[in-house]
């Protein structure tokens, strides 16, 4: 008789689900002028990254690094930008617009699950 090999696939239970989607839930929240623009690593398509790589120039994950690290006034435009494409606009990075006066004005955090993207979406 010949031995079982432990089997090399993941285990699914509760407490790996629960992580899976906590870890998609991430992301990031800006509020400007009283309008919030959310992106969480979930909703984020692989068109969507491609889109975001070829116009920013890095990866959505960069970004949220960067906006954690050191934000600028391009990283914020582009994760507004990315956020109204989620919720489905068609709007060109060009478009988004943040100036260094806007920075007193806009509020940053870390996305969590409670944060909705736009129910629309």
């Known amino acids: 008789m010949t031995e079982q090999r432990p089997s090399l696939q993941r285990k699914h239970t509760r407490k790996s689900e629960e992580q899976r989607t906590a870890a998609l839930d991430v992301g990031v929240k800006i509020a400007l002028d009283g309008e919030e623009y959310v992106v969480k690593v979930g909703d984020v398509t692989s068109q969507l990254a491609r889109r975001f790589r070829r116009e920013v120039g890095h990866s959505f994950r960069h970004a949220m690094d960067e906006m954690s690290t050191d934000p600028d006034i391009d990283s914020v435009a582009a994760v507004v930008w990315l956020a109204r494409l989620i919720r489905g606009e068609d709007v060109e990075l060009d478009d988004v617009a943040i100036g260094y006066s806007d920075l007193d004005r806009i ?15």
């Open 107 to 121: 509020d940053m955090a870390q996305s969590g699950p409670e944060d909705e993207a736009d129910p629309e979406a």
